[in-house]
């Protein structure tokens, strides 16, 4: 028996099964939500005399609906205990993380001040930066090109996720799942008859996006600093209706190595802008591109293409299951938009020359010098640092549903529903002798 559970767990634990499972889910809402709509609106709309005939038959239709022994009543409690299984371990969680608030809350400033002349890292995992500018450094273009050095070495990690291509439009996506950490995802774009330099403002164009992105419902610059281009941005984004949306703060800063652009954006803390129930705050989120001209698959022996390179995680707070199920099946909507959206701000770049202040700043770059992929940068990083990016890995929560907690639900609710009944008794009874035999 204990073989037969231990296998039961491996089978959930696979993402094949997961995946299918979140797809069965979505496909079944809008039926049973369709269902439950249609018995609503009939019993509204019915005849007085259906209700005198219901209350004369109940018991025969009682009969009918519900034979005896079948245990009907236990397969609900059973239903019932199974889903708040689900709730019970987020209201734990949930009381443990503010319990954990409050005990770091209590402690004294002098570990904090501690903390910062030791190395800048306080107990939580962030930095203490000497200026806001700071908080998009070095160290995450070196993150950004040790993930893109990866990917293009034929790293097995990277499974492909799919390919497209239109009149104008290449597009190629890839997905890696760490064992820690929110899933990573990497696409490769190439744009027709487009410069890396007018790519470089659309993608940094916050104003514009607005007029494009669906999903995007604010975008305010909170801070800027022109002395090497970073910016402070505040996003707010929409999520479907069963999601609460979702906040993003985030700091951005753009490279340029020849006429190669390294857009590096990243979630950074912000303490003027204390967080909210709603929108839910996106505090782990880093997602960068590198821009360059590439020969254009249509027109051999030109450079008229862009190449975009993207590299993107997030922790959104949801499970990974169904993240993952929601990014395959929008994915080239998403895609889609964007390419009309780069169209239409390109007919208008022709047509206004009036710059906007997003794309001054994305002017702003800082100039380095990247040979090869290997050792980009000439300094290594520090040993503090690298344990600090260590650490912060090591206390990101994960927020998502514990898929042990739907074993021991359905386990719960077959001994509730088999424990008495007809069927119950023939089906343990079935289970004792396959287990004699054995």
């Not at 962030?126 to 990917?151: C, M, Y």
């Not at 669906?214 to 600093?225: T, V």
């Not at 895609?335 to 047509?351: D, N």
Request: one cysteine or more; proline letters at 4%; hydrophobic letters at 40%.
């Amino acid at each position: 028996m204990a073989g037969w559970c231990e296998q039961a767990v491996a089978l959930l634990q696979r993402p094949a099964v997961a995946e299918m499972a979140v797809d069965v889910l979505l496909c079944a809402v809008p039926i049973w939500a369709a269902v439950m709509i249609g018995l609503v609106v009939g019993w509204s709309w019915r005849p007085r005399w259906t209700g005198l005939l219901f209350l004369g038959l109940r018991s025969r239709l009682r009969i009918l609906w519900v034979p005896p022994g079948l245990g009907a009543r236990r397969l609900w409690f059973a239903c019932t205990a199974l889903s708040a299984c689900s709730v019970a371990t987020k209201l734990i969680s949930s009381a443990f993380r503010r319990c954990r608030g409050k005990h770091q809350d209590r402690a004294s400033p002098d570990d904090d001040a501690a903390a910062t002349r030791d190395g800048g890292c306080r107990a939580d995992g962030r930095t203490n930066f000497e200026g806001e500018h700071d908080t998009v450094t070095e160290k995450d273009l070196e993150h950004l090109l040790q993930l893109l050095d990866n990917k293009e070495s034929g790293d097995t990690a990277w499974q492909n996720l799919m390919e497209r291509r239109t009149s104008n439009m290449t597009y190629n996506a890839w997905r890696r799942e760490p064992e820690e950490g929110p899933i990573m995802y990497c696409s490769r774009t190439i744009f027709e008859d487009a410069t890396p330099e007018l790519v470089r403002d659309f993608f940094w164009d916050g104003d514009f996006r607005l007029k494009w992105d669906p999903m995007l419902a604010y975008c305010k610059s909170l801070d800027e600093f022109p002395q090497n281009g970073a910016t402070i941005v505040h996003w707010i984004k929409k999520f479907p209706f069963f999601c609460s949306d979702r906040e993003y703060i985030f700091g951005g800063r753009i490279w340029e190595s020849g006429k190669t652009y390294y857009c590096v954006t990243k979630g950074v803390p912000y303490p003027s802008l204390p967080k909210k129930e709603k929108p839910r705050r996106v505090e782990l989120y880093f997602s960068s591109w590198r821009i360059r001209a590439v020969q254009s698959p249509k027109h051999v022996g030109q450079q008229s293409a862009c190449e975009v390179t993207l590299v993107h995680y997030e922790d959104m707070g949801i499970p990974k299951d169904v993240a993952r199920v929601a990014v395959r099946h929008g994915m080239w909507g998403a895609v889609k938009k964007l390419q009309s959206g780069f169209r239409a701000y390109q007919q208008m770049r022709h047509t206004e020359t009036t710059l906007s202040h997003s794309v001054i700043m994305a002017r702003m770059t800082t100039k380095i010098s990247i040979t090869a992929s290997n050792d980009p940068l000439d300094h290594d990083l520090s040993v503090a640092d690298k344990i600090s990016d260590e650490n912060d890995s090591s206390n990101a929560v994960q927020h998502g549903f514990d898929w042990k907690w739907l074993v021991v639900g359905g386990a719960v609710a077959a001994v509730c529903v088999l424990n008495t009944g007809l069927v119950g008794k023939a089906v343990l009874l079935g289970a004792a002798r396959r287990q004699a035999k054995k």
